[in-house]
Nanobody
Framework: VQLQASGGGLVQAGGSLRLSCAAS????????EAWFRQAPGKEREFVGS???????IYTDSVKGRFTISRDNAKNVMYLQMNSLKPEDTAVYYC?????????????????WGRGTLVTVSS
């Protein structure tokens, strides 16, 4: 399985971006997937996850601003980011194949895509 995140770029504070995560290989869109991010000089952190029944979980700092969805027919997961803030600047990674006990644990995910850089200017 290979994952590829795309859609990053430079945006002004208050703007929006939509990231996409395309998957190749076996179809695993029926199970959990997630987005993580890593800001310069900081540890990688959980952004949110989507699950088999469509339910989602978000870290507090993005609740109400970010939305994860997926199109199973296209085998793509999305991260819609609205009301972006400079502190959202980071490389964003999509991940799949959950094998742990906490979705927020980066080590609980097997597959990692190449990240896409999001830069939010003030």
């Amino acid at each position: 399985v290979q994952l590829q995140a795309s859609g990053g770029g430079l945006v002004q504070a208050g703007g929006s971006l939509r990231l996409s995560c395309a998957a190749s290989g076996r179809a695993f869109r029926t199970v959990s997937e997630a987005w993580f991010r890593q800001a310069p000089g900081k540890e990688r952190e959980f952004v949110g996850s989507v699950h088999w029944n469509g339910s989602t979980i978000y870290t507090d700092s993005v609740k109400g601003r970010f939305t994860i969805s997926r199109d199973n027919a296209k085998n793509v997961m999305y991260l819609q980011m609205n009301s972006l803030k400079p502190e959202d600047t980071a490389v964003y990674y999509c991940v799949g194949q959950f094998i742990g006990s906490r979705f927020q644990d980066q080590y609980a995910w097997v597959y990692w895509g190449r990240g896409t850089l999001v830069t939010v200017s003030s």
